[in-house]
Nanobody, 128 residues
Framework: QVQLVESGGGLVQPGDSLRLSCAAA????????????LGWFRQAPGKEREFVAA????????NYVDSVKGRFTISRDNAKNTVYLQMNSLKPEDTAVYYC?????????????????WGQGTQVTVSS
């Protein structure tokens, strides 16, 4: 069973930055990305899991939810088999557990039910 592993979360103040990482446990990430897209999602307490950003492994094209455009950047490092989510200018409303997952349904897919290989997530808390 393939599982993605997220890391890099923590407690930060508003305006700070964090970089999250996503790797495949015991596997080469590129071989996991069936259909070629890796996405980041987040889930705050009492809320549904929501799409944050996605990247197409083959060409690096990206897609973002409007609320993070200009603040978050998704990227991949083929050599390190890792996908990153650089989060700048963090706000309290960014507080959530962040997950990465893969999909074969294209870069525009934002629905969690069409993603798979979910990890355990990493907690991001933005608070003063």
């Amino acid at each position: 069973q393939v599982q993605l592993v997220e890391s890099g979360g923590g407690l930060v103040q508003p305006g700070d930055s964090l970089r999250l990482s996503c790797a495949a446990a015991g596997r080469i990430l590129s071989s996991v990305v069936l259909g070629d897209v890796l996405g980041w999602f987040r889930q705050a307490p009492g809320k549904e899991r929501e799409f944050v950003a996605a990247i197409r492994w083959s060409d690096g094209n990206t897609n973002y939810v409007d609320s993070v455009k200009g603040r978050f950047t998704i990227s991949r490092d083929n050599a390190k088999n890792t996908v990153y989510l650089q989060m700048n200018s963090l706000k309290p409303e960014d507080t959530a557990v962040y997950y990465c997952a893969a999909t074969k349904y294209g870069l525009s897919e934002y629905r969690p039910t069409f993603y798979y290989y979910w990890g355990q997530g990493t907690q991001v808390t933005v608070s003063s």
